[in-house]
């Protein structure tokens, strides 16, 4: 299995116990039909060499946390504090944060968390 793949569902199995229970985790960057519940997408955008760490590779994901609210002012207040106390959760973890900067998707409001994990294959 590629790295990337494994170190995906590794993330998303580790946000799950961080996310509020009614949100709804897509492993995978995909177009979505609807969005009903608050929505965690995950998008792998780089893999590279562990400048760290000899043998491991660093992955970069976008943790996507999109609203399902159309109004604005009602999404950014139903994001911020989740939102805020994710980083920290992650933070927490070990995860190397980026960045955190709202933006849109699909029309809804949306904060996406740049993270990099550091993966080895497993012996």
């Given at each position: 299995?590629?790295?990337?793949?494994?170190?995906?569902?590794?993330?998303?199995?580790?946000?799950?116990?961080?996310?509020?229970?009614?949100?709804?985790?897509?492993?995978?960057?995909?177009?979505?039909d609807t969005i009903e519940?608050?929505?965690?997408?995950?998008?792998?955008?780089?893999?590279?060499?562990?400048?760290?760490?000899?043998?491991?590779?660093?992955?970069?994901?976008?943790?996507?946390?999109?609203?399902?609210?159309?109004?604005?002012?009602?999404?950014?207040?139903?994001?911020?504090?989740?939102?805020?106390?994710?980083?920290?959760?992650?933070?927490?973890?070990?995860?190397?944060?980026?960045?955190?900067?709202?933006?849109?998707?699909?029309?809804?409001?949306?904060?996406?968390?740049?993270?990099?994990?550091?993966?080895?294959?497993?012996?």
């Amino acid at each position: 299995m590629p790295v990337d793949q494994s170190t995906r569902q590794k993330l998303a199995n580790a946000l799950k116990p961080l996310l509020p229970k009614a949100w709804k985790i897509v492993p995978y960057s995909r177009n979505l039909d609807t969005i009903e519940l608050t929505t965690v997408m995950l998008h792998a955008t780089e893999i590279r060499p562990a400048t760290s760490a000899v043998g491991a590779l660093e992955t970069d994901f976008v943790i996507s946390v999109i609203s399902p609210k159309a109004d604005p002012t009602s999404a950014q207040q139903d994001l911020d504090d989740d939102v805020l106390a994710l980083v920290l959760d992650l933070y927490g973890m070990g995860v190397i944060i980026r960045q955190a900067t709202p933006t849109v998707v699909q029309d809804n409001l949306s904060w996406d968390i740049t993270i990099t994990v550091i993966a080895r294959k497993d012996a």
